[in-house]
């Protein structure tokens, strides 16, 4: 897998749809929480709505996570159950 930079995320389908429509997500910026700005790298498929594993909606690097105090506060119960990924329900 290639590196990604700690401003760049991986978005869910129905959130690319909420923030550019029909237009590509690749490549254009998100600004999060009114602060952060990230560039999106690539769009996966809502999981079904009977999964048993946490949905989300966005995913942010590790390094991203680990170097920002209030994100790893946030995020921290969820780490563990969604294999290190990096994964924070909700952005």
Do not use: W
């Amino acid at each position: 897998m290639p590196y990604l930079d700690p401003s760049t995320i991986l978005i869910n389908a129905s959130l690319a749809k909420t923030f550019f429509g029909d237009a590509d997500p690749i490549n254009k910026m998100i600004r999060l929480d009114n602060k952060d700005n990230y560039k999106v790298a690539g769009v996966f498929e809502d999981f079904p709505h009977n999964t048993s594993f946490i949905r989300f909606e966005i995913v942010f690097t590790l390094e991203k996570i680990y170097n920002d105090r209030a994100m790893a506060e946030r995020c921290s119960n969820t780490m563990e159950q969604s294999f290190m990924a990096g994964i924070c329900p909700g952005g």
